[in-house]
Every structure is written in structure tokens, then in C-alpha cells.
């Protein structure tokens, strides 16, 4: 079993869906990261948490340390948001980052 | 201000040859990280450094990689005698010591022959 897990592998909505992209850890973390990967490659952070939750425009992140569960939502989805989105634990004591699988999200006009 | 930068961004070799990467990461971030991206898979940790010491070699794949920072900035990844199997996109980030964002480079691409 993987470190960290992320569920759906694909999603595919329609313009303005409320999305969630779930991410679940079984390791002791410093932080929980999200990032977005569009075609092309280029990766970019969004969040980086270690509890609670943080909100940037349409995008919201939140983290139940004790459940050791995250989860990232777009509201009002634009074909824009069309990436993949990758969970990554930051393990505690260490520096290093643990990848999920990755979410390939696809938003249909 | 200046981001992350590697280079080559594409890099095609043979079988059997030595190749370097490079990564210049952003000025000030102490921590600098190495990480590979197979055709299909997911990212896997390679190599941290913190300052220019290599604390957390762990993920290396075998002693044919190795790597190096100079100056706290810019590091080198080195593969000796390539093969099919390192073909990847080998990305670097960088960030300030501790639970920090990571900031990605844009990858060099790998392709061995």
C-alpha cells in the first residue's frame, strides 16, 4: 500500500461542477502539499498545510490531521482547471516530499 | 523575481553514456530536492540537499546516480552509463529549510537511446 493515496485517479466534470480530489496518508507529516500539473509538465504548488484549511480563489484546501485525510475542492470548475492535481506528504523529520498517484481532472465546457 | 531554472530542458543520449543535469534554484532557499518523473508514473524523491551537504540520499536508484551542490545554489545530477530505464523527466525544487512550499523547476526530459 501506497504512503499516500489519492482518489479519483480520473474525474471528468462539466463547467461549474463543484469538485473534490481526496488524498489520504498513512505516514507522520509536517505538511500536506497540493500541486497542479498541466500538460506541458510544469508543476505548481497551490497549498502547503499542516491543519485546518486555506482557500485561494475558487480553490480550497482542507486537512483532518487525525484522520490523516485531505482534500482539495474547486468551486465553479472552468476547462481551465484541467490538470492533474498530486498530493504530496512532507514527512515528519524528513524534508523530502511522498507523491500520490495524482488525480487527472478534465472539465468539459 | 527569477524561478527555478534547469537545463537542458531536453536532453537525448545512448545507452551507455554519462549525462548532467543542472538545476539553479531560487536564490536563498537553503533545501534543494531532486525528484523523476517516469513515463506514466508518478514523481518519486531522489536526492535532498540542505545547504550543500546531501542529508537524504534515500532515493537514489542506483550508484550510477550521483549528485553534488556547490555554493549552497546550483546542483548537478549525474547519470553514468545511461540506460533505457533512466529515460525521464528529472525535476528540481527548492524551498527554505522546513515545512515550506517546494517551488518546481520545469524539468529536463530524458530520453535514452
Known amino acids: 500500500k501506497n504512503e499516500v493515496e489519492q482518489s479519483p485517479q480520473n474525474l471528468t466534470a462539466q463547467e461549474g461542477e463543484f469538485i473534490t480530489i481526496n488524498c489520504s496518508y498513512s505516514v507522520g507529516i509536517s505538511a500536506l502539499h497540493w500541486l497542479q500539473q498541466h500538460p506541458g509538465g510544469g508543476i505548481v504548488s497551490l497549498f502547503m498545510?499542516?491543519?485546518g484549511k486555506k482557500k485561494h480563489g475558487r480553490l480550497i484546501a482542507t486537512i483532518n490531521i487525525q484522520e490523516k485525510h485531505s482534500s482539495l475542492h474547486i468551486t465553479a470548475s472552468h476547462p481551465r482547471d484541467s490538470a492533474v492535481y498530486i498530493c504530496a506528504a512532507q514527512i515528519q523529520g524528513a524534508q523530502k516530499l511522498v507523491f500520490g498517484q495524482g488525480t487527472r481532472l478534465t472539465i468539459n465546457p | 523575481g527569477a524561478g527555478v531554472s534547469q537545463s537542458p530542458s531536453n536532453k537525448v543520449t545512448e545507452k551507455g553514456k554519462d549525462v548532467e543535469l543542472r538545476c539553479d534554484p531560487i536564490s536563498g532557499h537553503t533545501a534543494l530536492y531532486w525528484y523523476r518523473q517516469s513515463l506514466g508514473q508518478g514523481l518519486e524523491f531522489l536526492i535532498y540537499?540542505?545547504?550543500?551537504?546531501?542529508?537524504?540520499k534515500s532515493g537514489l536508484p542506483s550508484d550510477r546516480f550521483s549528485a553534488e551542490r556547490t555554493g549552497g545554489s546550483v546542483s548537478t545530477l549525474t547519470i553514468q552509463r545511461t540506460q533505457q530505464e533512466d529515460s525521464a523527466v528529472y525535476l528540481c525544487?527548492?524551498?527554505?529549510?522546513?515545512?515550506?512550499?517546494?517551488?518546481f523547476g520545469p524539468g529536463t526530459r530524458l530520453t535514452v537511446t
Open positions: 525544487a527548492s524551498s527554505y529549510y522546513g515545512p515550506y512550499e517546494q517551488y
Open positions: 498545510l499542516s491543519s
Open positions: 540537499f540542505q545547504g550543500n551537504s546531501a542529508p537524504d
